[in-house]
Nanobody
Framework: QVQLVESGGGLVQAGGSLRLSCAASGNTFRVNAMGWYRHAPGKQRDLVAV???????HYADSVKGRFTISSDNAKNTVYLQMNSLKPEDTAVYYCSAGHVDYAGTYYPYDYWGQGTQVTISS
């Protein structure tokens, strides 16, 4: 079992910044990557960013150039620095733990935190 705890969400104006954190605990032996998803009302849960234990990163096109994912492997913690926020970034953000295959595809395990609300006002 893996426990995930997200934090750092809040309400900011468009153009502002937030930094999300997610700490993983429990049986993280099989985890070699962590990612961030977001879920807005009426939309599917979308993958935002992924980072592998080796430091390789991938981003959704919608956040490239604005968001930066980073991690502290020793602490099993992943961060998401969000800059130049837009109203369309409003969503509940969830972190995930999983693995990346040789091709770079991310496969989340069935472990999810409670999510953290990010609201961007116009």
């Amino acid at each position: 079992q893996v426990q995930l705890v997200e934090s750092g969400g809040g309400l900011v104006q468009a153009g502002g910044s937030l930094r999300l954190s997610c700490a993983a605990s429990g049986n993280t032996f099989r985890v070699n990557a962590m990612g961030w998803y977001r879920h807005a009302p009426g939309k599917q849960r979308d993958l935002v960013a992924v980072i592998s234990s080796g430091g390789n990163t991938h981003y959704a096109d919608s956040v490239k150039g604005r968001f930066t994912i980073s991690s502290d492997n020793a602490k099993n913690t992943v961060y998401l620095q969000m800059n130049s926020l837009k109203p369309e970034d409003t969503a509940v953000y969830y972190c995930s733990a999983g693995h990346v295959d040789y091709a770079g595809t991310y496969y989340p395990y069935d472990y999810w935190g409670q999510g953290t609300q990010v609201t961007i006002s116009s």
